[in-house]
């Protein structure tokens, strides 16, 4: 809500720059305006460049506009050297701009010396490496009556458009992407589970009985603990029966018995006062107080049992109270990793066959619109049922993740498990899709400040993409990011499409 807030006073400000701009209606002959520029439009890997051209005469100066936007994040370039040259069959002019005017935006001025079809190339050096984009199909005429017409005809229109200037979208968190046509299979949309992975989470144990002092009084779940960092401690207090200290000091008074009976059998054997068996079950009588006794003196200091963490992570879940009494063996806390996870579903039988051929899947927390690949995560297929019961009806199916994306054990996320397709279909992204009392909407690209608000029919999503059954074309264009800022800027109806730029 607050970037919509922010968006609207942006578009605001924009709209009044760009109504004092334009400074009334265009001239027209014909339906046409006489005073349009040419849109050059290219893309490669790295770069959009969106320029608009005075049209090209022969022998007339051309002021060219370019807009250079980075693929990766839709943000302008802000430094490098550009240059732009024009070539018509064997004959090339170019001009080179060390740097932009303003971000992103690089001006250059070029009179063609022959007519004729050709093509407009910008190359682009940066720090980052070099990069070119081609624009072809780009005329020069002999008289400016014929180039304007050219012009005015290459217009981009529609009766449902919507401008949004490129130093708009620079401003918002926005992007366009190509159609994608791709295989896409049968999608087991469910709600998963994320717990903790068997490796990836430990269970602490009282080794005796007593009772439990919590450690500096600083343990407490979701507390980071280290391996080895102490975290309780067990002692018998003031307890009559079962004390920790009495049975050290008991088994300490064994072993000091033990080990001075079986030295005095050691020295009687020599004098045959003793017989060999004696002599035996003395030693065997010492080892076992000593191993006794060792045990309690390695994990009792004071009178008190030391109670540590056996591996790093942070606890989880504290199942003591401190001042509780506890047995040997009974569980203290959970000590979780967190990095390793389980997401657990369950599906329908009918779905037996589809998981056979599952090839990937997405994961979403709720309410959330970002989406995580199984690549992303690191992640595998553990295992999914094989076989139903009366009293699991449900297919149980397991993945195993790397939790790069902060999942929180415990909770639930949306699981999008896919099936390899047979068929190629056009895919856009979800956050393409605009929903209007139960239909939906992209925005396609008719110049990137020129979109077409247009209905699709969609089908089905993996959560990330959603299959498009009509309304586009593979070869389209469409907003991938900030859709609904475009339909803001359209539903304002205050921008001219055509009211050109004031830089």
């Known amino acids: 809500m607050r970037m919509v807030k922010q968006f609207m006073a942006l578009l605001t400000a924009v709209a009044i720059v760009g109504c004092a701009s334009n400074g009334g209606s265009h001239a027209h002959d014909e339906g046409h305006a006489h005073e349009e520029n040419l849109q050059v439009i290219a893309y490669n890997d790295n770069f959009e460049v969106f320029a608009e051209v005075t049209p090209l005469v022969v022998g007339e100066a051309s002021d060219i506009l370019a807009h250079f936007t980075h693929l990766e994040n839709f943000k302008p370039l802000t430094s490098g050297k550009v240059t732009v040259s024009l070539i018509v069959g064997?004959?090339?002019?170019?001009?080179?701009?060390?740097?932009?005017?303003?971000?992103?935006?690089?001006?250059?001025?070029?009179?063609?010396?022959?007519?004729?079809?050709?093509?407009?190339?910008?190359?682009?050096?940066?720090?980052?490496?070099?990069?070119?984009?081609?624009?072809?199909?780009?005329?020069?005429?002999?008289?400016?009556?014929?180039?304007?017409?050219?012009?005015?005809?290459?217009?981009?229109?529609?009766?449902?458009?919507?401008?949004?200037?490129k130093e708009m979208s620079w401003k918002v968190d926005f992007a366009t992407e190509q159609c994608r046509l791709e295989r896409f299979g049968k999608v087991i949309r469910t709600v998963a589970r994320i717990e903790p992975a068997q490796e990836g989470e430990q269970v602490i144990t009282a080794k005796s009985s007593g009772i439990v002092t919590f450690t500096n009084g600083g343990i407490v779940e979701g507390k980071a603990v280290a391996n080895g960092q102490q975290l309780f401690t067990l002692a018998g207090g003031d307890m009559v029966d079962n004390n920790l200290s009495v049975r050290y000091r008991e088994a300490e008074s064994n072993y000091t018995l033990a080990k001075r009976e079986y030295e005095r059998k050691s020295e009687l054997i020599k004098e045959q006062l003793v017989t060999e068996s004696e002599l035996l079950q003395a030693k065997r009588n010492f080892e076992t107080a000593e191993a006794i006794y060792n045990n309690l003196h390695r994990n009792i200091s004071g009178g008190s049992q030391a109670v540590s963490a056996t591996m790093s992570g942070y606890i989880n879940r504290l199942l003591v109270r401190n001042g509780e009494y506890v047995e040997a063996g009974q569980p203290l806390a959970v000590i979780t990793k967190n990095n390793t996870l389980y997401v657990k579903a369950e599906v329908q039988?009918?779905?037996?066959?589809?998981?056979?051929?599952?090839?990937?899947?997405?994961?979403?927390?709720?309410?959330?619109?970002?989406?995580?690949?199984?690549?992303e995560l690191g992640g595998r297929l553990v295992s999914y049922g094989k076989a139903?019961?009366?009293?699991?009806?449900?297919?149980?199916?397991?993945?195993?993740?790397?939790?790069?994306?902060?999942?929180?054990?415990?909770?639930?996320i949306e699981l999008y498990i896919k099936t390899e397709g047979t068929e190629e279909v056009i895919t856009v992204a979800n956050t393409a899709l605009v929903e209007e009392m139960g239909n939906y909407f992209v925005y396609v690209q008719l110049t990137p400040e020129y979109f077409e608000k247009r209905e699709v029919k969609i089908g089905a999503t993996d959560g990330e993409r959603t299959v498009i059954l009509s309304g586009l074309d593979s070869s389209e264009r469409v907003v991938s990011k900030g859709a609904i800022l475009v339909k803001l800027a359209q539903s304002t109806g205050t921008l001219d499409a055509h009211a050109g730029h004031v830089h």
């Open 349 to 375: 039988p009918n779905n037996y066959q589809a998981l056979k051929g599952a090839v990937s899947a997405n994961f979403r927390e709720q309410n959330s619109e970002r989406c995580y690949s199984l690549e």
């Open 388 to 412: 139903v019961s009366a009293e699991s009806p449900l297919l149980p199916v397991v993945y195993q993740i790397k939790n790069v994306a902060d999942f929180l054990p415990g909770s639930f």
């Open 90 to 165: 064997t004959e090339g002019i170019r001009q080179t701009a060390e740097s932009p005017s303003r971000p992103g935006i690089y001006r250059f001025a070029l009179t063609p010396a022959v007519k004729g079809a050709g093509k407009m190339i910008f190359d682009i050096e940066t720090e980052a490496g070099k990069s070119q984009l081609t624009a072809r199909n780009i005329y020069v005429y002999d008289n400016k009556h014929d180039a304007q017409h050219a012009a005015a005809d290459a217009v981009a229109t529609s009766s449902n458009g919507a401008g949004f200037t």
